[in-house]
């Protein structure tokens, strides 16, 4: 499982021009996940991301994490951060899980920070979405349950 994780001020996404998600400040995640995926990675990733201190304390420190400051987390799925392009100049999304396999994942992600006390809104799995933020900071990091980067 991998995930795009950026410091937000404001976050929002958008289905055939309604709005299906949005936030104030918070984290902004795009969510990936592969065939080789399943329920322990989607509660590590959450956990983490949770957890994440990238947030200012009062000496202008990464010491908070979004839950300390009580932020809201955008979460919206993105099949495309698995692909791979090693070769050509066309990627290929051979490690990326299909809709039946990544679709549940995806949910038990967003439910494992929701049991941690986040707030969480969300996109329209496998709907073409328009995402619009403000990154702050900025500040963007890339996880991955593999730890390949």
Request: net charge negative; proline share 4%; aromatic share 6%.
């Amino acid at each position: 499982m991998r995930a795009v994780v950026q410091r937000v001020s404001q976050a929002s996404v958008e289905v055939e021009g309604a709005v299906v998600g949005a936030i104030g400040p918070g984290l902004m995640v795009l969510l990936g996940v592969s065939r080789d995926d399943g329920p322990a990675e989607a509660a590590w990733l959450a956990a983490k991301i949770a957890g994440l201190r990238i947030f200012p304390d009062a000496r202008e420190k990464l010491n908070l994490s979004v839950f300390d400051t009580g932020g809201e987390v955008l979460v919206v799925s993105q099949f495309t951060l698995w692909g791979d392009c090693a070769k050509g100049r066309r990627p290929a999304f051979v490690r990326a899980a299909g809709g039946e396999q990544a679709e549940p994942l995806y949910l038990a992600f967003v439910e494992e920070l929701r049991k941690l006390g986040l707030t969480v809104a969300t996109g329209s799995f496998g709907a073409m979405m328009e995402v619009s933020l403000v990154n702050s900071g900025p500040v963007t990091l890339l996880l991955d349950t593999e730890k390949t980067f």
